[in-house]
């Protein structure tokens, strides 16, 4: 990214309001998958701050809104992925917590550390998510069942969801200071009931 400032103080407590976000979400985001994905990881972004920061529904809005819009460029731009969301919440004044915990969700990728719970949670969502989605996906009773045992078996099978990186999850766990099995078990209890996108 080259930088590792992003917004502006003075933006402090700007966010844009579910509409705003939807729009920008549904002219930005096309592919289903990827759609679900961000849902996903925006629900449990807004999950965790409340029940892990106890955040009021202000607060709950601005992690899952960091959630719904991580990933909001890589559906049209992957080649500006991150870049391109960053600069429009930026030109939207949108608070400068919320723009750099998106630009910290892939470290490795962009070149930025999180400098809050809000991005290192963001980081951390991500890939595992992801990941416990596809075997989500795989198991006949989809996330029914599911115990964390199974996804640290399809964590080690290097095969599956070859492009989720273990590496990252490691990473990002370590970052936001959570113990593996603990976000599994919170991750698989949460994203049950974003498992499909709504009609
Ligand atoms: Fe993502």
């Given at each position: 990214m080259g930088r590792s400032e992003f917004g502006d103080v003075a933006n402090k407590g700007n966010?844009?309001?579910?509409?705003?976000?939807?729009?920008l979400f549904n002219e930005w985001v096309k592919n289903p998958k990827l759609q679900l994905h961000m849902?996903?990881?925006a629900h449990l972004m807004k999950s965790w701050a409340a029940e892990k920061e106890g955040l009021n529904e202000a607060g709950q809005w601005n992690w899952e809104l960091?959630?719904?819009l991580h990933d909001a460029d890589w559906d049209q731009w992957p080649e500006q992925h991150c870049k391109k969301i960053i600069e429009y919440l930026e030109e939207k004044q949108v608070d400068p917590e919320i723009i750099h915990a998106i630009a910290s969700h892939g470290?490795?990728?962009?070149?930025v550390v999180a400098n809050s719970t809000m991005g290192k949670m963001l980081y951390a969502f991500d890939e595992l998510?992801?990941?416990?989605?596809?075997?989500a996906l795989m198991?006949?009773?989809?996330?029914?069942?599911?115990?964390?045992?199974?996804?640290?078996?399809?964590l080690k099978e290097k095969t599956f969801a070859a492009g989720v990186s273990r590496e990252?999850?490691?990473?990002?766990?370590e970052r936001a200071a959570v113990v593996l099995e603990d976000h599994i078990r919170f991750i698989i209890s949460k994203q049950a009931a974003v498992s499909t996108l709504p009609l």
């Open positions: 966010v844009l309001n579910k509409q705003e976000a939807e729009t849902h996903q990881v960091a959630g719904l470290p490795n990728h962009f070149g998510s992801g990941l416990i989605h596809a075997y198991r006949p009773g989809g996330y029914e069942g599911m115990d964390i045992k199974g996804v640290k078996k399809r990252e999850i490691a990473d990002a766990c």
